[in-house]
């Protein structure tokens, strides 16, 4: 692995975790090279490895965990905002729950 | 190790009485019962519905003729559904003390506290006298189960109960890890570890059946903590999920109330059967610990990341905390900080045995943080179950 702060978990992986929280505009070192992050990565999270295409599917723990909703670029944050399930929505508190939604109209 | 024999030949680690309401109208009398003795190990249990449901009445048999429960005290109103003769012949044929009070017939709320305490107090000095034998670790039944997941608990803490399972399981244990709807993604891993191709098709199916259900509801086993805590997808929980399986053969599918029949590694399929009632299939933790215990299980594994504070009744819980930062802020409410691993202050193989250590010194009665701080939460819910067939459990 490339740096100590990101962890792949599988060689199959486009995507590593934090292993502690990185800042916006820190610089972390992926497949040798450096790279400025557009945004903070909480410890635990995601990031991308590779340019993951929209459409392609993105894999932790060596198996896809959904699909990229956009394009994303090494060093991107992967959560809800580019990152969808294969199975089931994810439900948050920002009020995008479809199945929620319904019921706060009344 | 030591344990209570039971007349089947179990052995429990606790001599837990348990004080059952059998209807939400029964809970107060029996909550006013078992409150004075809370911390001597008189713990309330019950079904809250009037409406009789046979996988509540099978769970609440297993838990009231649990290896660690040592006698039983019903608390009828009088007129709901559940069937409290059944229930109370179950608990004498297992040779356990047992009683009924109903409270329509007892001279209502004061005169039904004042009987109860009474017997509760006459039992639990019978209790102490129980004797106890040496058990093994192979007699031991442990479930695992997480709650409050963040993306540290796929790192540290699940798959450091994976491995502890792994060594549980070598020395002979039954070992029980569930949620089929926090599989999802993983089902056919799962199938290609089962000890035969027609329980590992089984296992596909149960995955299946839980992802109909869940789109059916709406969402996921999924609360807007996970999705806080770095966890985006279904898949992506159910995969850390998925660790703390440990490595073992899959030796059975079984469902709330199916005690493993040897040791081994098992799934629990908790998702109802037939077409989607009575709602979500577990609405809390608390509902997976229930049918856990009703498998038998003696202890139950509890991973947290976001950190969750809850206990069992009957059964000690261990809260093993996946997060170092949640660690520190709820170190009281935690067992253990398998959140070191993230730190490179251990590694998965040395929590691992740790927790090992935890399950025996649990077993041998030292008390667990959720018991030292009184919690004994318990909720069990409407369900129906189409009984296991033969290729859930496969003969060795």
């Known amino acids: 692995m490339t740096d100590p702060r990101l962890l792949r978990l599988d060689p199959q992986d486009n995507v590593a975790v934090a292993t502690t929280t990185l800042q916006a505009g820190e610089s972390v070192t992926i497949g040798g090279r450096p790279v400025t992050l557009p945004d903070r990565v909480p410890t635990g999270h995601k990031l991308a490895l590779v340019p993951i295409a929209a459409g392609e599917k993105v894999a932790k723990y060596g198996s896809a965990i959904g699909s990229a909703t956009c394009d994303i670029r090494p060093g991107d944050y992967i959560h809800t905002h580019n990152l969808k399930s294969d199975y089931l929505p994810t439900y948050t508190l920002d009020g995008t729950n479809p199945y929620l939604r319904e019921d706060r109209k009344h | ?396």
């Open chain 2, 1 to 396: 190790m030591q344990g209570f024999l039971r007349n089947d030949g179990r052995k429990g680690i606790r001599n837990v009485i348990a004080v059952v309401y059998l209807v939400e109208c029964a809970r107060h009398v029996a909550r006013e019962i078992a409150l004075p003795m809370r911390d001597r190990g008189v713990h309330l249990i019950g079904f809250s519905g009037c409406f009789p449901n046979a996988h509540a009445e099978r769970v609440m048999r297993r838990l009231c003729t649990h290896p660690n429960v040592g006698a039983v005290l019903l608390v009828s109103l009088g007129c709901e559904g559940f069937d409290r003769h059944g229930l109370l012949e179950a608990v004498e044929a297992a040779g356990r003390p047992a009683r009924t009070l109903v409270i329509q017939e007892s001279g209502g709320t004061a005169a039904t506290i004042d009987a109860g305490r009474a017997w509760v107090a006459e039992v639990h000095a019978r209790l102490q006298s129980t004797p106890r034998v040496e058990m093994g670790v192979q007699e031991l039944v442990v479930g695992t189960v997480c709650g409050g997941s963040d993306a540290t608990s796929g790192l540290t803490a699940n798959p450091a109960v994976g491995r502890a399972f792994d060594r549980l399981i070598d020395e002979g244990a039954a070992a029980i890890f569930e949620e089929t709807g926090e599989l999802i993604g993983c089902e056919h891993a799962m199938a290609r570890r089962a000890v035969s191709e027609e329980l590992g098709r089984q296992i596909i199916q149960a995955v299946a059946k839980a992802a109909r259900v869940y789109d059916a509801l709406g969402h996921g086993s999924f609360a807007p903590g996970n999705a806080e805590g770095g966890l985006t997808t279904i898949e992506e929980k159910s995969l850390g999920a998925y660790c703390k399986s440990g490595s073992s053969p899959i030796s059975g599918l079984i469902k709330p109330g199916d005690v493993p029949p040897r040791g081994g590694l098992y799934l629990l399929d908790v998702v109802s059967d037939g077409p989607l009632r009575f709602g979500f299939p577990n609405i809390c933790d608390n509902a997976e610990i229930a049918e856990l215990m009703a498998c038998g299980a003696h202890l139950v594994l509890f991973t947290t990341g976001r950190g969750t504070v809850v206990g069992s009744a009957i059964s000690p819980v261990l809260k093993i905390c996946a997060n170092p930062d949640t660690y520190r802020v709820l170190a009281d409410d935690m067992d253990l900080n398998a959140g070191r691993i993230l730190e490179g202050r251990a590694t998965l193989d040395e929590v691992g045995r740790e927790i090992v250590d935890l399950v025996l010194q649990t077993a041998g009665g030292a008390p667990t943080a959720s018991e030292r701080l009184g919690h004994q939460e318990f909720i069990l819910t409407y369900k129906w179950f189409e009984p296991i067939g033969p290729a859930c459990l496969p003969a060795v």
